[in-house]
C-alpha cells in the first residue's frame, strides 16, 4: 500500500523531480543522484566509493537504500532520482547492510588505528563507530597481507593492507589526471592497487591522492607521524606557490605548517592541487626572517623603533625628492604582495611622491590590457577548442593541465598544444569550426599571443602571470605605463629592469621596494649593483638577502600566511587569504606601515592602513574590484566573445 | 626489445583485427607468454607500445586472469580439478597420486623443472569426464592413478620444452593443516574405481575427433604447442580489412 | 522417452567438424534460409515467437533481448558467450567439440537479424583445443563466402572474431565478457546503461550463449512456431542437460523441455551408481540452489524449478549419493567463488573470503556452532546486495543444503573431522 504521507504530490515538468527520501521530501533536477538528493535533504548516507569529481562505481556498496518498487536495495550513488521515488535508509534492512558491509571491510583490515596517520579523519573509523558492528565475531585464521608502508614516490606512502579498495585513486589517474599510475592488480580478495611493475610514480599531481584516498593507504610521507587532525589548527587561504590560485587550508600546529590541504572551488582548483604548490609549505616555517626595524647609515646598522623607521623613511624619500625631483625615486611592488598593500604602494608612488617610475618585475610589456584575461577557469569547460601557445603555462600553472583534460574528457573539446612561437596562421588552422575558442599562452609570450587572438578572431584568452598576485599587480596599476585599472597614466615611467639599471649608474638616487619579491632577485647582480649604489633604499622584506643586506632602511614583512588580505589569480579572481600564522616580529602589517609613511609625508585621508578597510577603499576607486567582491572575478575589459 | 618478430607481428596483427588496439591484450598476452612461458615487465612494456596502451593497463589486465603469471613454470602444465562433479567421483585421490608420484605439492614443481602441477578449483568443463586434468591445456578425463602415469610419463622427456600456457599457482591456505591446495586425507564419497561408462561408449569425446587438430590421448609430444590464440601458423590468406572500420 | 535430438541430431557424422561434412548433413541451409525468406526484423520476430530462453543461466527471453537494440545506431554488436565455467557445465564444450559449424552458422544467422557486421566469439582460455576448432571453422566458413563481405550476395557483411579468455569465471557475465573483450580486466559493469543501449566499445551490444545461438539454424529452417511447440509453455524447445556425479552415464543428453528430472537421470543417465541412492542433487550447476530426491518428479522446466527454490540456471545436473558430505560440496562451491569472485565489491570479495575459511573450519570439524550460526547472517549480508550476480549466488547452494540438511551441518561443530565421510567409509568398507 502507498505510504501517502511519503509520497510527494504531483508536479508540473518544471526540469525536476519529486523523491521522498525517509519521508523528507524534496524536489530536485531531473539527473540527480539519490546521493546527492539525500545531501540536499541532510540526511547522511556513508559512502566510499562515491566522490564528486569521479563517475560513479557502486562498488563499495555503503550507500545501498531501500526503494519502493526496487527488489533489492540500490546505491544512491549510481541511481537517478525519479519522480515518486520513495527511498528508506532509516530501516533495519540498511542498518543491517552498513553493518554487515563495515563488517566486511574489517575483516581483512589490519586496524592499525594507532599507528596510522588517517586517525582522526578517517572514514572507516567514523562510519564503523556510527554504523558498524561493535565487536569482531569469527577469528578468521589469517588475513590476508600485502605490502606495508610501500614508498610510491618521495611524497606517497602506500600502506595495501588498509586499503578497502575503493578504486579512488585508480579513478583518479583515469579520469582526473590520464595517466593511469595506479591500477588494480590480482584479483578477489587478493586484488590490490599498485603501479607499473613497482615503478615509482611521476605525476606532478601525487599529493591529491591522500586527500581522496578514504583511510590510510596513501599517506603523506611528509606528514607520517606529523600530527593528529584535532592537533591542527585550519586556516582557510590560497596557495601563494603560482598565479593559478588554488584554495587551500592550511593546517598548523603549534605555530608551524604541517600540510596544505586542497578547498573545494569548483571554479578554480576543483579540489585539486599541484604537488609543486602543496609540498611547498616547509619555507613558510623558515625561521630566518628579518625580525627587527633597522637603519643602516655610513655602513653602520643599528636596530631602530617601528616609529624611528617609519619615520627616516619618510625623511629621506622627502629629502631626495625635494633635492632631485621625484622622479628621481623608483618604487618597486612584488607580486607577492596583496591587493590592499598594493593599492597604498602605487597610491604613495604616483600620488604622494610623484614618481611616474612605478613596477613590479624586470621587463614590461607595452600591450597589456585586460583582453587577456577574458577566459575564466572554469570556462575552459565550455570552449569546444582551446589553444594552449607552449609549454610555460602549464609549467606555470601545473592545475591549469587538469581543467584542460577535464574539458577533453568530459565535453569534449579539442586541446590543440603549439609551441610558444608558432605560427598565426597555424593557430588559425587549428581553430577552424570551433565556435567557443580559448587561447592559453604565458605573460611572457603576450604580445604574440595577441596576434594570434587577433588573426582568430572571436577568442577568449587566459594568461598565467607570476606570483601569487601577478595579476593584482597588474589590475592595480603596479606598471609604469598604466594606472590602476588599466587608466592611461600622464607621464610612463621607468620598468623595473630601467628602475635598477637607474640606480646603478646613478640616474636615480632612492627607492621604495616591497619584498619579498623574486622576480627582481632573478637577476641578482643588477639588483645588489643597484642596492649597493642608491643613495637610499626604503624595503619592507621577510628574509635576510640581498635587499636586506642592501636597504637603508629596513622594515620586517609578513609572510602571505601572516596577514589578511586578497589576491588575484590569473583570471582575475580576487581571493581572500587569511592569517594562518603569528607574525615573525612585532612590526605592523605592510598597509599600516604604508600608511604610516605616507601620513609621514603630508598625506591626508588615509584612514590607519587596516587591511579590511584598506580593501573597501580599494573597492570603491575601482568598480571592478567591487563588482568582484570576495571570490568574483574582477573583470576590466568587455568580453571579448559571446 | 624482449619480444622476438614473429611474437610482434602476432601482436600486431591481433592489434589491427579489433576494432580497438587495446582489445588485443589477451592475444598479446597470450603470444608473449607463448614465447617467453611468462609474462615480464618488459613483455608487458612492449605490448603496451605495440596496443597504445599504459604498460600499468597491460599489468593490471595479465594479473587479473588465472592463466597468466609472472614466473617460469614447468615445461608441462597439469591441472587436476577439485570441484564438485569431479571430487565426486575421486579427484582427490587423483591429486594424491599426483602429490606422490610428483614429488611436490599443489602449485609446485617438480625437480627435474618437468612438471609444474596444481589442483584447482575452476571447473575446467569436463565434468561428463570426471574425475578429469588438462595437461597443457589439453584435457585428460576419466582419470585413474594409471591413466595419469601413462599420460605425464608419455611427456617426460619426450620432446622439446613446450613454450605452453602454464598456469599461476593458485595459493590457497588450508586451515586444516593441509598443504597449499589442501588435498591430504580429503574425499568427497567413497573412491570407487568401478564400473565406468561415458555417454555413448566414448572414452573421451574431445580425444578422437576425426581430423579435428586436437592431439589424442596419451599421444608422444602434444600435437599442437598450447599456442596462443593470435596466430600460431601463419595466415593462410592476406589479412582481410576489418569490417566496420567505419 | 528418448533424447530429442535437435541440435546433437547429426552427432558422430563423418567430419562434422569439417565444412564439407557440416554441409552433408544440410548445414548453412539454414543462413540461405535467413537471407532468402528473412528480412532481419522479421527474424528477429521468428525469435521472438519461437518463446527461446537464453541457455546460459538466466533464461531471459532471447527475442526479447534482441528488440532491445535501438533502431539507428551502428554498429553494432554481438558476442557469443562461450566462456562456460560453471561448475557441472560442459555443455558448450561439447557443442563446439562436436559440431564447430553449428555455432558460426547460428551466430552468422544471428548476427544477421542483428545487423551485426563484428561477431565475436570468446571462449574461454582452457577450452584451448575448442578455440582452434573454431579457428578453423571460421576459417573454412570465410572461404566458403560464409563470412566476410556480402555472404551469399545477401549484401550483407559480418566479420567474425575468435577471442580466448585467459581464466576467469566473471568473465562469463555479460557485461565483464565485454570489459574483457575490450582489453580491461574482466569487471561487471554498473547497469544501467545496458548492453543493448551501449555495450561494447559503447555501442548496443547483444551477448547469447553458445547453445541459444546453436538453436538458430533449427529455428529458421522450421519456423518460430514449430520451436514453440516442444517443450513447455514457459521453457520452449530443447536444452542439453550436463549430468554428472554418482550416475552411472554422466554425459551430456539433449531434452525436450517438460521432461521429468526422474527420467533424464533414471533412464538416461543409467541411475545412480554403486546401487546406491540419491541423496541429494543440483539442477542448475553450481550457482543454484540444492534439491532432494522429493524434486525429482520435477519437469525440466525454468519456471517449474524455480517454484521448487531452484533453478534450471545451465542445465547442469550434478546427483549426489548418501556417502556425500552436504559440507564438503558447499565448501567447494564457496571456495569456487572465492577464487572466482572479481573483487569489484565488498560483500563479494569478503564475503567469499569469510564463507570459504568458516567452511574449511566446518568441513574439519573445527567450528563452533556460534560460527556456523553466523554463516547465515554472513550470507544474508552478500544475497542481493553484491554488484553482480556471482555474490548473490555464492550464497544460494550452501544456504540451501544448511536448509535442508541442518543436522549434518551442525554434527561437524566440534566434531574434528567430518562425520558423513567416517560414516561412509565404514559403508563401503
Request: proline residues 6%.
Amino acid at each position: 500500500m502507498a505510504d501517502t504521507a511519503n509520497t510527494p504530490p504531483e508536479q508540473p515538468d518544471d526540469g525536476r523531480v519529486g523523491i521522498s527520501i525517509d519521508g523528507r521530501t524534496a524536489r530536485v533536477p531531473k539527473g540527480t543522484l539519490v546521493l546527492d538528493a539525500a545531501t540536499e535533504l541532510g540526511i547522511h548516507i556513508p559512502i566510499y566509493c562515491a566522490h564528486p569529481k569521479m563517475e560513479p562505481v557502486a562498488v563499495c556498496r555503503m550507500c545501498l537504500v531501500n526503494i519502493e518498487k526496487f527488489p533489492k536495495p540500490q546505491p544512491a550513488c549510481a541511481t537517478i532520482a525519479g519522480e515518486g521515488m520513495v527511498v528508506r535508509t532509516n530501516i533495519p534492512e540498511v542498518a543491517k547492510l552498513r553493518e554487515g558491509m563495515l563488517e566486511f571491510l574489517l575483516l581483512n583490515h589490519p586496524l592499525d588505528c594507532p599507528v596510522c596517520d588517517r586517525g582522526g579523519e578517517c572514514d572507516l573509523q567514523d562510519f564503523t563507530f556510527r554504523y558498524g558492528p561493535g565487536i569482531s565475531r569469527f577469528p578468521i585464521t589469517e588475513k590476508v597481507h600485502f605490502k606495508k608502508a610501500l614508498p610510491l614516490s618521495q611524497h606517497i606512502e602506500l600502506d595495501q593492507e588498509r586499503c578497502i579498495l575503493c578504486w579512488r585513486c585508480v579513478r583518479y589517474y583515469d579520469e582526473i589526471t590520464g595517466e593511469k599510475e595506479i591500477v588494480l592488480q590480482q584479483r578477489g580478495v587478493e586484488t590490490l592497487v599498485a603501479t607499473f611493475d613497482d615503478q615509482p610514480l611521476q605525476s606532478k599531481f601525487q599529493g591529491n591522492l591522500p586527500e581522496i584516498c578514504p583511510v590510510g593507504a596513501l599517506t603523506h610521507r611528509e606528514y607520517r607521524f606529523v600530527s593528529r587532525p584535532w592537533d591542527l589548527l585550519r586556516t582557510a587561504s590560497v596557495c601563494p606557490e603560482c598565479s593559478y590560485g588554488c584554495n587551500i587550508n592550511v593546517d598548523s600546529r603549534d605555530f608551524e605548517i604541517r600540510r596544505f590541504a586542497s578547498r573545494d572551488n569548483p571554479l578554480v582548483d576543483d579540489m585539486w592541487l599541484c604537488d609543486r604548490g602543496r609540498y611547498s609549505f616547509p619555507k613558510w616555517n623558515s625561521s630566518e626572517r628579518v625580525r627587527r626595524p633597522i637603519l643602516t647609515s655610513d655602513d653602520e646598522s643599528r636596530d631602530v623603533s617601528v616609529q624611528e623607521a617609519i619615520t627616516q623613511s619618510a625623511r629621506r624619500l622627502r629629502e631626495i625628492a625635494d633635492e632631485y625631483g621625484a622622479a628621481s625615486i623608483g618604487v618597486l611592488g612584488s607580486a607577492s604582495s596583496t591587493n590592499e598593500e598594493l593599492f597604498l604602494l602605487e597610491r604613495l608612488a604616483r600620488s604622494v611622491i610623484g614618481t611616474p617610475h612605478v613596477d613590479h618585475q624586470l621587463e614590461s610589456f607595452d600591450d597589456i590590457s585586460a583582453s587577456e584575461h577574458t577566459l575564466g577557469i572554469a570556462e575552459i569547460e565550455e570552449c569546444d577548442v582551446l589553444v594552449v601557445l607552449g609549454t610555460e603555462p602549464e609549467e606555470q600553472a601545473p592545475v591549469l593541465t587538469l581543467r584542460l583534460y577535464k574539458a577533453e574528457r568530459k565535453h569534449g573539446a579539442r586541446i590543440i598544444r603549439l609551441s610558444g612561437d608558432a605560427g598565426v596562421d597555424q593557430a588559425v588552422a587549428a581553430t577552424t569550426g570551433g565556435a567557443r575558442i580559448g587561447l592559453i599562452a604565458d605573460e611572457t609570450n603576450r604580445s604574440h599571443a595577441a596576434a594570434m587572438a587577433k588573426g582568430i578572431g572571436a577568442v577568449r584568452r587566459l594568461t598565467t602571470t607570476r606570483g601569487p598576485n601577478g595579476r593584482g599587480a597588474k589590475d592595480l596599476g603596479l606598471l609604469p605605463n598604466v594606472g590602476p585599472g588599466y587608466a592611461s597614466v600622464s607621464e610612463a615611467g621607468r620598468n623595473g629592469r630601467q628602475i635598477l639599471e637607474g640606480l646603478a649608474k646613478g640616474e636615480l638616487r632612492g627607492l621604495l621596494m616591497l619584498g619579498p619579491n623574486p622576480a627582481l632577485e632573478a637577476d641578482a647582480d643588477l639588483l645588489t649593483r643597484a642596492l649597493r649604489a642608491a643613495a637610499c633604499v626604503i624595503a619592507i622584506d621577510t628574509r635576510p638577502g640581498i635587499v636586506s643586506r642592501g636597504a637603508t632602511v629596513l622594515i620586517p614583512g609578513h609572510a602571505i600566511f601572516e596577514k589578511a588580505g586578497s589576491l588575484t589569480n590569473v583570471e582575475g579572481r580576487v581571493q581572500r587569504i587569511r592569517t594562518a600564522l603569528p607574525p615573525a616580529s612585532a612590526t605592523p602589517v605592510e598597509t599600516r606601515i604604508l600608511t604610516s609613511i605616507a601620513k609621514e609625508m603630508g598625506a591626508e585621508e588615509w584612514g590607519d592602513g587596516d587591511p579590511l578597510a584598506v580593501n573597501r577603499v580599494l573597492r570603491d576607486a575601482l568598480p571592478a574590484y567591487a563588482a568582484a567582491g570576495n571570490g568574483g572575478r574582477a573583470l576590466f575589459a568587455a568580453e571579448a566573445v559571446a | 626489445m624482449t619480444l622476438q618478430a614473429e611474437t610482434r607481428t602476432a601482436i600486431e596483427r591481433a592489434r589491427d583485427r579489433y576494432p580497438l588496439p587495446r582489445s588485443a591484450i589477451l592475444p598479446a598476452l597470450w603470444a608473449v607468454q607463448g614465447e617467453l612461458g611468462q609474462i615480464t615487465p618488459d613483455a608487458m612494456g612492449e605490448v603496451a607500445t605495440i596496443l597504445q596502451v599504459a604498460p600499468s593497463e597491460v599489468e593490471a589486465v595479465s594479473t587479473f586472469y588465472s592463466m597468466y603469471f609472472q614466473h617460469p613454470h614447468g615445461r608441462h602444465e597439469v591441472i587436476v580439478c577439485i570441484n564438485v562433479s569431479c571430487a565426486l567421483r575421486g579427484a582427490e585421490g587423483i591429486v594424491e597420486h599426483l602429490e606422490r608420484s610428483l614429488g611436490c605439492a599443489s602449485g609446485e614443481t617438480t625437480a627435474d623443472g618437468e612438471f609444474t602441477w596444481s589442483s584447482t578449483v575452476e571447473c575446467l568443463g569436463a565434468c561428463g569426464g570426471a574425475p578429469s586434468m588438462q595437461v597443457d591445456h589439453h584435457f585428460q578425463e576419466n582419470l585413474t592413478a594409471d591413466r595419469v602415469d601413462e599420460v605425464l610419463g608419455a611427456l617426460r622427456g619426450a620432446g622439446p620444452a613446450v613454450a605452453g600456457t602454464p598456469r599461476r599457482a593458485i595459493r590457497r591456505r588450508d586451515p586444516a593443516g593441509g598443504g597449499a591446495g589442501g588435498s591430504a586425507g580429503r574425499r568427497l564419497g567413497a573412491e570407487m574405481p568401478g564400473p565406468r561408462t561415458q555417454h555413448d561408449g566414448e572414452s573421451d569425446p574431445a580425444a578422437e575427433r576425426g581430423g579435428g587438430p586436437a592431439p589424442t590421448g596419451p599421444a608422444g609430444p602434444p600435437a599442437s604447442p598450447a599456442a596462443p590464440p593470435a596466430s600460431p601458423a601463419p595466415p593462410k590468406r592476406p589479412r582481410r580489412p576489418r569490417k566496420d572500420a567505419s | 522417452m528418448a533424447e530429442y535430438k535437435l541440435l546433437t541430431k547429426d552427432f558422430g557424422a563423418e567430419a562434422l567438424q569439417t565444412l564439407k561434412g557440416y554441409e552433408r548433413t544440410g548445414g548453412y541451409q539454414g543462413l540461405r534460409d535467413a537471407f532468402t525468406k528473412f528480412t532481419p526484423e522479421e527474424l528477429v520476430a521468428e525469435v521472438k515467437t519461437s518463446n527461446i530462453r537464453g541457455r546460459g543461466g538466466a533464461g531471459f527471453p532471447t527475442g526479447m533481448k534482441w528488440s532491445f537494440l535501438p533502431k539507428d545506431v551502428f554498429p553494432r554488436y554481438l558476442c557469443c558467450n562461450a566462456d562456460e565455467s560453471e561448475p557441472g557445465c560442459f555443455k558448450d564444450r561439447y557443442l563446439i567439440d562436436e559440431s564447430p559449424h553449428q555455432l558460426v552458422e547460428g551466430l552468422l544467422i544471428a548476427s544477421y537479424a542483428l545487423q551485426v557486421n563484428t561477431s565475436f566469439i570468446y571462449i574461454r582460455g582452457e577450452y584451448h583445443d575448442q578455440r582452434l576448432l573454431l579457428d578453423r571453422a571460421v576459417e573454412e566458413a570465410r572461404a566458403a563466402g560464409y563470412i566476410g563481405r556480402n555472404i551469399l550476395g545477401s549484401g550483407f557483411d559480418c566479420d567474425v572474431i575468435v577471442h580466448g579468455g585467459a581464466g576467469a569465471y566473471i568473465c562469463g557475465e555479460e557485461t565483464a565478457l565485454i570489459d574483457s573483450l575490450e582489453g580491461l580486466r574482466g569487471q561487471p559493469r554498473l547497469k544501467p546503461p545496458f548492453p543493448a543501449i551501449k555495450g561494447l566499445y559503447g555501442q548496443p551490444t547483444v551477448v547469447n550463449n553458445v547453445e541459444t545461438l546453436c538453436n538458430m539454424p533449427h529455428i529458421v529452417q522450421r519456423s518460430g512456431e514449430w520451436f514453440k511447440s516442444i517443450g513447455t509453455e514457459k521453457s520452449s524447445g530443447t536444452r542439453v542437460f550436463c549430468c554428472s556425479g554418482h550416475i552411472n552415464r554422466p554425459g551430456n543428453y539433449e531434452m525436450q523441455l517438460g521432461t521429468s528430472i526422474r527420467e533424464l537421470l533414471e533412464e538416461h543417465c543409467g541411475g545412480m551408481w554403486q546401487g546406491r541412492s540419491l541423496k541429494a542433487f543440483q539442477p542448475g550447476g553450481g550457482s543454484m540452489q540444492v534439491l532432494l530426491p522429493e524434486h525429482i518428479d520435477l519437469p525440466l522446466d525454468m519456471n517449474a524449478v524455480q517454484e521448487a527454490g531452484s533453478s534450471l540456471g545451465a542445465g547442469a545436473m550434478i546427483f549426489m549419493d548418501e556417502t556425500t558430505c552436504l559440507v564438503d560440496v558447499s565448501m567447494r562451491l564457496v571456495d569456487f567463488y572465492r577464487h572466482e569472485s572479481c573483487g569489484k565489491c565488498v560483500p563479494c570479495r569478503e564475503g567469499t573470503y569469510f564463507e570459504s575459511e568458516l567452511m574449511h573450519r566446518l568441513e574439519a570439524g573445527r567450528a563452533t556452532p556460534a560460527e556456523l550460526a553466523s554463516l547465515a547472517d554472513i550470507c544474508s549480508n552478500m544475497d542481493g546486495r553484491c554488484f553482480c550476480p556471482l555474490g548473490d549466488t555464492a550464497t544460494w547452494f550452501v544456504m540451501s543444503a544448511y536448509k535442508y540438511f541442518r543436522g549434518e551441518f551442525e554434527a561437524h561443530c566440534g566434531a574434528g573431522r567430518c562425520p558423513v565421510r567416517a560414516q561412509a567409509t565404514a559403508l563401503v568398507a
